[in-house]
C-alpha cells in the first residue's frame, strides 16, 4: 500500500495553498460580516482553472485525478468554507454529473463552459417542503411536445444567484408506483425564461458565499436538456451526491486542519499561570483530538478519491467519510473556541467562523442522522449499491490528458 | 530569442532557522524556490511572451534544487537545467557565478539572463552582479521594469533614493525586484508538464570548468542575541483610559 502522493498532487495543493494566503485569507473575515461573496473569488478560481480540475482536457478541464479534486477542496475549505462550497456545486453535484450521465452533445454545451469557469454551475435538488425526503418533492416537469415544462422552487441551493446552469430534479411521472420512479434530471439555463433566483441572508453559517433559491413558473427545458433518462432521476441524485460528499468531506477535513493550526499557535502564544496554555494537559487533550480527526477524516477521503480513481463504487465510503469528517469539523471548531477562551467568542479571530461554517455541512447532502441509517443499513444487510446504467468513469490519466 | 533565468532552492521563508554546534537547521521545513527568484520568472517569462522567446531555468545544487526548477517549469518555463557536481558543495558566490555563467554559455545562444534580487539563505545579493562579470555581459539590477527596444535592454531600477532609468545593449544580466509585480501561480497545465518533466543535470565537466576554490568562506555561524521582552498588559475601565494610560507609558518610555 502506498499513501505517497504524486508531485502533481503536492504541486496542485501548494498552487491553491498560494492562491488561497494572498488572495483569500487577508479579507475573507470582512466579506463574512458583509453577508456578501467576495466578486474576485469565483472569476479568479475560473482563470486558475480550479473549476475544472478533475475534468478531462478535452472536456476543458485540467485533467486532474480525483483526488487531487480531494486536496483542492481541503485547501480551500482551510481558508473558507465558501470556496469549497463552490467545488461541491459547481464541481462534485453538477459537472461530474455531466460527466458521468451526459450525452456528447450535453458534455459539449454544458461542460466545456463549466469545466473552462466560463459559466457556473449548481444543483437544484432539496425544496422549501422537500430535502432528506427526496421523493417528496413537488417540481414538476410535464413533457409538451419537443420540450418539458418545469414549475417549482428549489431551496438551500449554493451558487443560486451566481451560476448560469443548474442541474434540477423534477417529477415528470406524477402517477409513478414509486414516487422516486417518478422523477428526472434536467440541465437548466438559468437565463431562461420564467426563472428566478435570489439569495439568503442571516445564515449562521458560509455568509461569505451565495446560498439562495431558484423558482421556476412555466419554464421551457428543451428536451435534448434531460439528463439521462425519464425517471432516472433520483439515482442521478444519489450518485450527484456521491461525488459531492466527497467534496465535503475533504472539505471539512481541511476545516478541522484550520481549527488545528488555529489551535496550536494560540495554545503556544497564550501565557495563563505563567506559562503558554498548550503546557496544560486539558489544552492538550483537545489538540490530540483534533489531531486524530484530522487524520482519520484525511485517510476516509482519500479512500473515497482512490475509488473513484479506481472505477469503484464509492457510496458506503463516502458516505462514511462525508459523516465523520463534518462532524468531527464542528468538535474540532467548538474546541478551537475553547482552547482561544473568550477571543474565541470574537470574530477578531477565525475560530467563531470555523465553528459557524461547520454546521451547515452536519446538515447538507445527507445529515449525519442519514449517514448514520445508511452505514447501519449497509452493517446489517439492508442495503447493497446496484450498478448504475452510467458509472463515473474511472480515472484515465491518458484520456484524461489528451486534447482530444 | 533565449532568456535564461537562474533560481535557488532555498528553506521556506516561514521556517525557523537556527544555528546549532555552528551548523545552520531549519528543522523539517520544507525547501522551496527563493521567493525573489519567483519575480525573476515572471520577469523572464514577460519578457519571452512579448519578444516570442523561450525560457531556460537553471539551478546550481543538489537534487532537491529540481524541485524549484519544476516550479518554475509549472510557471511556464520552457526547459531547465540542473547544474549538480560533488565539488560545488562549499563554493562562494564567485565560484557559483563562474558555473553559472558557464551555464548560461553552454545553453547556446542566451541572451538574457534574469535572477532576483538576492538569495533568502546567504543574502549576498551579488551572485548577478558577478556573472555579469563572469559573461563580460552588462548588468541591470534591481529592475523594477523592464522593457525590450530591438536589441537594447531598459530598465526602471529600484533604489533607497528613488528611480532611475537605465539601459543596456544585450546580451545582459538583469536582477529583479519585488516592484516589478506579482510573480504568477503555477498554472495546473504547467504543473501536469513540470511533474513529468526530466529534468538534465549538468556537471562541471559538462560545462568544461574546473572546481572554483571559494574565496570567501564562512567562519563561524551564530544565532542572533537572544533578546530579553517582557510584555505589560494595560488595563482600564474604557477604551479611554486605556488609550491615555498607554501613551503615559509611552512617553515615560521616551517611545516618543
Redo the contacts between chains.
Keep these: 500500500m502506498d499513501f505517497t502522493l ?3 498532487h503536492n ?2 495543493v ?2 491553491v495553498r ?2 488561497t494566503h ?1 488572495e483569500v485569507i487577508p479579507t475573507i473575515r470582512e466579506w463574512d460580516r458583509k453577508q456578501e461573496m467576495a466578486p474576485h473569488i469565483l472569476p479568479r478560481m475560473a482563470e ?2 480550479i473549476l475544472g ?1 478533475n475534468i478531462p482536457v478535452r472536456y476543458g478541464g ?3 485525478d480525483y483526488i487531487t479534486l480531494g486536496l483542492v477542496c481541503e485547501e480551500l475549505e482551510y481558508a473558507d468554507t465558501t470556496l469549497r462550497v463552490v467545488m461541491s456545486v459547481h464541481m462534485g453535484l453538477n459537472s461530474m454529473a455531466v460527466l458521468q450521465w451526459g450525452t456528447e452533445d450535453q458534455k459539449q454545451r454544458f461542460l466545456v463552459p463549466q469545466a473552462k469557469g466560463e459559466k457556473y454551475a449548481c444543483f437544484g435538488l432539496t425544496e422549501p417542503g422537500a430535502g432528506s425526503d427526496v421523493a417528496g418533492m413537488t417540481s414538476t416537469a410535464i413533457k409538451k411536445g419537443d420540450h418539458y415544462v418545469l414549475n417549482g422552487e428549489k431551496m438551500w441551493i449554493s451558487l443560486a444567484s451566481k451560476a448560469h446552469h443548474a442541474l434540477v430534479v423534477a417529477r415528470t411521472n406524477l402517477n409513478a408506483a414509486d414516487p422516486h420512479d417518478g422523477l428526472s434530471a434536467f440541465l437548466v439555463e438559468l437565463d431562461s425564461k420564467g426563472v428566478t433566483t435570489g439569495d439568503i441572508h442571516g445564515k449562521m453559517g458560509v455568509r461569505a458565499g451565495s446560498t439562495g433559491w431558484l423558482a421556476f413558473q412555466d419554464v421551457k427545458v428543451p428536451a435534448e436538456n434531460l439528463l439521462g433518462e425519464e425517471g432516472e432521476g433520483f439515482k442521478i441524485a444519489m450518485s450527484c451526491l456521491d461525488n459531492g460528499r466527497y467534496t465535503v468531506g475533504s472539505g471539512a477535513t481541511g476545516l478541522i486542519r484550520a481549527s488545528l493550526d488555529a489551535s496550536v499557535k494560540y495554545a503556544n502564544d497564550r501565557k495563563a499561570f505563567g506559562r503558554e496554555i498548550g503546557k496544560f494537559q486539558l489544552v492538550q487533550q483537545k489538540i490530540a483530538y483534533m489531531v486524530q480527526s484530522y487524520e482519520m477524516a484525511r485517510l476516509l477521503y482519500m479512500k473515497s478519491g482512490w475509488m473513484k480513481n479506481q472505477g469503484l463504487r464509492n457510496t458506503r465510503e463516502t458516505s462514511l467519510a462525508k459523516w465523520f469528517a463534518t462532524d468531527a469539523s464542528f468538535d474540532a471548531a467548538a474546541e478551537a473556541i475553547q482552547v482561544h477562551g473568550a477571543y474565541g467568542f470574537s470574530d477578531e479571530y477565525d475560530v467563531e467562523r470555523y465553528l459557524r461554517n461547520s454546521k451547515g455541512a452536519v446538515i447538507y447532502e445527507g445529515t449525519s442522522e442519514i449517514h448514520q441509517l445508511m452505514q447501519a443499513s449497509y452493517a446489517l444487510g439492508y442495503r447493497t449499491d446496484g450498478d448504475l446504467r452510467c458509472e463515473l468513469p474511472a480515472y484515465d490519466e491518458e484520456y484524461w ?1 489528451a486534447d482530444s | 530569442m533565449k532568456i535564461v533565468v537562474c533560481v535557488k532552492q532555498v528553506p521556506d521563508t516561514a521556517a525557523k532557522v537556527v544555528v546549532d554546534g555552528g551548523v545552520v537547521s531549519w528543522g523539517d521545513a520544507p525547501l522551496v524556490i527563493n521567493p525573489w527568484d519567483e519575480y525573476a520568472v515572471e520577469a523572464a517569462l514577460q519578457l519571452a511572451e512579448k519578444s516570442g522567446g523561450t525560457v531556460t531555468a537553471i539551478s546550481l545544487g543538489g537534487e532537491a534544487a529540481k524541485e524549484a526548477l519544476k516550479h518554475a517549469l509549472a510557471m511556464g518555463c520552457n526547459d531547465a537545467v540542473l547544474v549538480n557536481d560533488p565539488a560545488l558543495a562549499d563554493i562562494d558566490t564567485q565560484g557559483a557565478a563562474r558555473v553559472l555563467a558557464a551555464a548560461i554559455q553552454k545553453t547556446g545562444d542566451a541572451r538574457i539572463a534574469v535572477f532576483g534580487k538576492q538569495a533568502i539563505d546567504g543574502d549576498s545579493g551579488v551572485t548577478a552582479a558577478q556573472t555579469a562579470r563572469a559573461l563580460g555581459w552588462p548588468a541591470l539590477t534591481l529592475a523594477a521594469s523592464v522593457s525590450l527596444d530591438g536589441d537594447t535592454l531598459k530598465v526602471e531600477r529600484a533604489m533607497e533614493e528613488g528611480r532611475q532609468k537605465a539601459e543596456a545593449p544585450l546580451p545582459a544580466v538583469l536582477s529583479i525586484v519585488k516592484d516589478f509585480g506579482e510573480p504568477r501561480y503555477p498554472s495546473f497545465m504547467g504543473i501536469r508538464k513540470a511533474a513529468k518533466a526530466e529534468i538534465p543535470a549538468w556537471s562541471l565537466a559538462d560545462l568544461g570548468v574546473a572546481a572554483p576554490a571559494a574565496a570567501v568562506t564562512w567562519k563561524e555561524i551564530l544565532n542572533p542575541p537572544a533578546r530579553q521582552v517582557t510584555n505589560e498588559m494595560i488595563t482600564g475601565a474604557s477604551p479611554d483610559e486605556i488609550a491615555a494610560k498607554l501613551a503615559d507609558k509611552i512617553m515615560e518610555e521616551k517611545v516618543l
Design positions: 504524486s508531485q502533481e504541486m496542485a501548494e498552487m498560494n492562491f494572498k486558475l482553472g480540475i485540467q485533467g486532474f490528458q
